[in-house]
C-alpha cells in the first residue's frame, strides 16, 4: 500500500525556535508539496519540490523553507517559529503529470507557544 | 489562470438524505475536476473525478457531474451515511509543473 508518512502527528513548539517537519514517500514519486491547513482557509500551498534538490515556492511560502536531499524524503523548515504558524501542516507526493492523483499523509499538528 | 469556488459548508444532513456540493470553477481550456475527501483525523484522499460534461465520475456511491451552463460541478450521492462526515474539497487539475490548489473545502455533517 503506498504510503506517504510524516514524522510526527502532533509538537509542540516555542516561539523562536527551529523547527524540522519531516516528510517520507515510499512510492518513488518526484513531486513533493508542503500545504499548511487553517479553519477557512482551506489548504494552502507552502512549498512544492518537482526533483531532488529542486524546489519552487507556493503561494505562501514566507517563514519558512525547505530542503529535498533525497527523492524519498521532503523537508518543511521554520526557522524561527511563531505563533501565527500554529497550523495543521500536510504533505504529498504524486508522480509527475498526474499531479492531481497526490497521496498525502495523515499531517502534523503543530503548536508554537 | 483558473480559479476555483467552493460551496460553504457545514453541511448537516440525516442519514440516507441526499447530498450535493458544489463547485464553481473559472477554466481555461476543457473543464475537468477532481473531489478528495479528509476524514476526521486523516490527510486527504482522492475521491474521484469529473472530466467532460458527459462524462461522470463515481465511486463508493458518490458521482461528480458537471453542467456546462453554469460551469460548475457538483458531488452527490443519493443516501449518505453517517461514515461519510467529512471535509470534501474540489481541485482543478495542476497545468504544467504546479502543485494543486484547492477550494476551501466543504465540511459535512451527517447525523444518524
Known amino acids: 500500500d503506498v504510503k506517504v508518512t510524516q514524522s510526527s502527528r502532533y509538537l509542540v513548539k516555542r516561539t523562536g525556535e527551529k523547527v524540522f517537519l519531516e516528510c517520507v514517500q515510499d512510492?518513488?514519486?518526484?513531486?513533493m508539496f508542503w500545504y499548511r491547513q487553517d479553519p477557512g482557509l482551506g489548504l494552502r500551498l507552502i512549498y512544492f519540490?518537482?526533483?531532488?534538490?529542486?524546489?519552487e515556492k507556493g503561494d505562501i511560502p514566507e517563514g519558512y523553507s525547505v530542503s529535498r536531499e533525497k527523492k524519498e524524503r521532503f523537508s518543511l523548515i521554520l526557522e524561527s517559529a511563531s505563533t501565527n504558524q500554529t497550523s495543521m501542516y500536510l504533505c504529498a507526493s504524486s508522480l509527475p503529470g498526474q499531479g492531481a492523483k497526490a497521496f498525502f499523509g495523515q499531517g502534523t499538528r503543530l503548536t508554537v507557544v | 489562470g483558473d480559479s476555483v469556488t467552493q460551496m460553504e459548508g457545514p453541511v448537516t444532513l440525516s442519514e440516507e438524505a441526499f447530498l450535493t456540493i458544489n463547485c464553481t470553477y473559472t477554466?481555461?481550456?476543457?473543464?475537468?475536476l477532481f473531489w478528495y475527501v479528509q476524514y476526521p483525523g486523516e490527510g486527504l484522499q482522492l475521491l474521484l473525478k469529473?472530466?467532460?460534461?458527459?462524462d461522470k465520475g463515481s465511486n463508493k456511491g458518490f458521482e461528480a457531474t458537471y453542467r456546462k451552463e453554469t460551469t460548475s460541478f457538483h458531488l452527490e450521492k443519493g443516501s449518505v451515511q453517517v461514515s461519510d462526515s467529512a471535509v470534501y474539497f474540489c481541485a482543478p487539475p495542476p497545468k504544467g509543473r504546479r502543485a494543486l490548489t484547492f477550494g476551501s473545502g466543504t465540511r459535512l455533517q451527517v447525523q444518524p
Open positions: 477554466a481555461t481550456g476543457y473543464p475537468s
Open positions: 512510492m518513488d514519486h518526484e513531486n
Open positions: 519540490s518537482y526533483d531532488v534538490k529542486m524546489k
Open positions: 469529473a472530466t467532460k460534461a458527459d
